[in-house]
Structure formats: C-alpha cells, structure tokens
Nanobody, 122 residues
Framework: QVQLVESGGGLVQAGGSLRLSCAAS????????MGWFRQAPGKEREFVAG???????KFADSVKGRFTISRENAKNTVYLQMNSLKPAATAVYYCAARSSRVVVTPSNYDYWGQGTQVTVSS
C-alpha cells in the first residue's frame, strides 16, 4: 500500500513558477513509476508528467520545456517544477503511483493523492 500527499499548490500570476511535492509512504517507492495529473473544473483528468524508477521522464506536449519532474528516493518524494505558468494550468494537481512504467492513462495508476490546487491568474 502506498499513500501519497501533495503539497506546494497555491495562487501565482501568469509567468510565475511553483514547485509541487508529493511525499509517499512505503518502502518500495523507488520501484514505482510516478505521475502528475491535473483536472480543471468540468474537464477530464489529464496527464502532465511522469518519471520512471530509472529516472526517465515523459511530459505532455502542453508543458514540455516549461515543467520538469524529478524524484528523490531517499526522501520518498517526487517533485513537479512548473515554470512560465499560464492561466490554462489552473487545476487540481494529483500525484499518482503505479508499478511498471509511466503511462498517460489515469485509470492505470494504482495510488492517488488527494490533490493540491494550483491557480494561475492572468
């Protein structure tokens, strides 16, 4: 069983930056693929970024070049650094975990955090 807790959300102006953190419980964190997703009101949950146990990464086209993802296995934590934020990034951001590799489909993830709100003002 893995429990995930996100933090770092908040209100930021367009063009600003935020760093989200996701702290995981469990001794096998290093073996999990970790993903970040977001869900805006009235929209489906969408993939943002993911990082494998091998540290290889994957990003949605909409965030490439502006967002980075990293993990610190010694702290059981994964991070999402978001730069040059746009109002369209306003959403609840969720951290998720699964065994095997990063995929973009939310239903393929086994564990989810409660989410953290990110609001980007214009």
């Amino acid at each position: 069983q893995v429990q995930l807790v996100e933090s770092g959300g908040g209100l930021v102006q367009a063009g600003g930056s935020l760093r989200l953190s996701c702290a995981a419980s469990g001794r096998t964190f290093s073996t999990y693929a970790m993903g970040w997703f977001r869900q805006a009101p009235g929209k489906e949950r969408e993939f943002v970024a993911g990082i494998n146990w091998s540290y290889s990464t994957k990003f949605a086209d909409s965030v490439k070049g502006r967002f980075t993802i990293s993990r610190e296995n010694a702290k059981n934590t994964v991070y999402l650094q978001m730069n040059s934020l746009k109002p369209a990034a306003t959403a609840v951001y969720y951290c998720a975990a699964r065994s095997s590799r990063v995929v973009v489909t939310p239903s393929n993830y086994d564990y989810w955090g409660q989410g953290t709100q990110v609001t980007v003002s214009s």
